[in-house]
């Protein structure tokens, strides 16, 4: 241990010698060290070399509100220096949680009916696959405990939300997933949906498939669905018509629970208030995160529907208490950022931003890159779009991964002042929910020439 400070270090140093990155090749890091983000305003973020980008991917699709909103900082300081912290365990309670609560169950579907706060969207799905198993043996239903996920999915990394993932690189070397979690199809339209079959008969298709799956397994054996409305990390993948009608048919008859992962979706984003409202699913459990707090402070929620909570209530003198939380479940200041960040949200119309800014994007993009030559897809709904790129076009084929296309597109668009973010060879866009007529011309003009570099 030595206490004496780096003073002759810089912050790339420091930043090489002594962080360790989340999702970042530790080759790459080494090698080029980091971009150090210094300061944000509005839809722009700025960096240590005083290089300004437009952010279009809101932080990771998260800060729904922009930059630089100077009532959450205020609702966050009056809160630190009212209480900064207190715990909500053993019934304690601070009144932004209770507020944010009662807000989260006004924003959400009739049938909701509890709030229950983590710090993370992967933490809140962890506990949802607990709540699923407390609830199926408080029901004496001890052997009904499989998850359903889909191939492609993102829930999380925790070791259940990790579980729930789809993606085999967030599996690999880790030991995941448990052995409790199923797997079905993901919706991807462009490259699985037959030539000819209609969105109707494919969402048929997959809804025979789960139902396959259930039945294979035994109805008595699984739990839960979970599923993100428009799937994100994977691909930005929207389910064709009828999807979640056709899914719901088939949880409903066998009993299954149906979750619905609105971490990135929630508060917006999908230009409606919840993905769960623009697809009319009728979940038994939500998971909310980013949108939430617009990534002013980490905070989540698990949201629970009246059905879950009734057996809850009427088995709660069968144990001593409900013995699951965090220390910073229904933490102040967060509850408190993310109410001023409602508040905005609501007096903005941000989710009728996010529908009309959401068209304007896509029409936008269709019209630059809609014929290029490396552009198979453009896709999505409202404010959380992608591009797919394609070796060939007629063909759909993709591009080998090690070309590592995504990734250069996204380095050219950082020359131009555009952030966006690689998922493999498609390139997402979640830009802050605020964005202008000025800003869509910027982030268009700006991806354009990136991947015109690349071609
Ligand atoms: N669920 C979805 C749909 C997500 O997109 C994410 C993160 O991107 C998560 C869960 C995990 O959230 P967190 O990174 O806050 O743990």
Not at 42 to 48: F, K, M, P
Not at 107 to 116: G, I, N, Q, R, Y
């Amino acid at each position: 241990m030595s206490l004496e400070p780096h003073h002759n270090m810089s912050l790339e140093e420091m930043d090489k010698r002594s962080l360790f990155h989340p999702f970042t090749s530790i080759g790459d890091h080494l090698a080029n060290g980091p971009r150090i983000m210094s300061s944000a305003s509005g839809v722009h973020v700025t960096d240590s070399k005083g290089r300004r980008y437009l952010d279009g991917a809101a932080g990771l699709w998260c800060v729904n509100v922009g930059y630089g909103r100077q009532e959450i900082v205020e609702a966050m300081t009056r809160q630190a220096e009212a209480l900064p912290f207190f715990h909500s365990f053993t019934s304690m309670a601070n009144e932004p949680s209770i507020r944010l609560a009662d807000r989260v169950l006004r924003w959400a579907p009739d049938h909701m009916s509890k709030v229950f706060f983590g710090n993370s969207g992967s933490d809140a799905n962890d506990t949802n696959i607990k709540l699923v198993w407390y609830y199926n043996n408080m029901r004496g239903k001890p052997a009904k405990k499989k998850i359903i996920a889909r191939n492609r999915a993102y829930h999380g990394v925790t070791i259940g939300a990790g579980s729930l993932t789809g993606l085999s690189y967030c599996h690999q070397f880790f030991d995941l997933p448990l052995p409790q979690i199923l797997r079905t199809h993901s919706v991807d339209q462009y490259r699985e949906k037959p030539e000819g079959m209609s969105e109707a008969e494919f969402s048929a298709y997959l809804a025979s498939e789960l139902e396959a799956l259930i039945l294979k397994e035994g109805p008595d054996t699984v739990a839960a669905f979970i599923a993100e409305p428009v799937m994100g990390t994977g691909g930005v993948l929207v389910p064709p018509a009828g999807y979640f009608q056709a899914m719901q048919e088939v949880l409903d008859r066998h009993d299954v629970l149906m979750i619905a992962d609105e971490v990135i979706c929630g508060f917006g984003r999908l230009g409606a208030p919840f993905g769960t409202t623009h697809f009319g699913i009728r979940p038994d459990i939500m998971t909310m995160a980013k949108g939430l707090s617009s990534g002013y402070q980490p905070i989540s929620a698990s949201v629970i529907s009246n059905r879950i909570w009734d057996v809850l209530k009427d088995t709660s003198g069968e144990v001593a208490s409900f013995a699951h939380g965090f220390t910073y479940s229904a933490h102040p200041i967060a509850a408190a950022a993310a109410l001023a960040n409602l508040d905005i949200v609501e007096r903005e119309d941000l989710v009728g931003n996010a529908a009309k800014a959401g068209a304007e994007l896509k029409g936008a993009l269709q019209k630059r890159l809609g014929d290029h030559a490396m552009v198979g897809d453009i896709r999505g709904v409202g404010l959380m779009l992608a591009v797919e790129t394609v070796a060939d076009r007629a063909t759909k084929r993709p591009f080998d991964l090690s070309l590592k296309v995504g990734a250069r597109i996204v380095a050219k668009a950082y020359e131009q002042g555009v952030i966006v973010r690689p998922l493999g060879n498609m390139i997402a866009m979640s830009p802050p929910l605020t964005l202008s007529s000025a800003n869509i011309e910027e982030l268009v003009t700006g991806l354009g020439r990136a991947v015109d570099a690349v071609a």
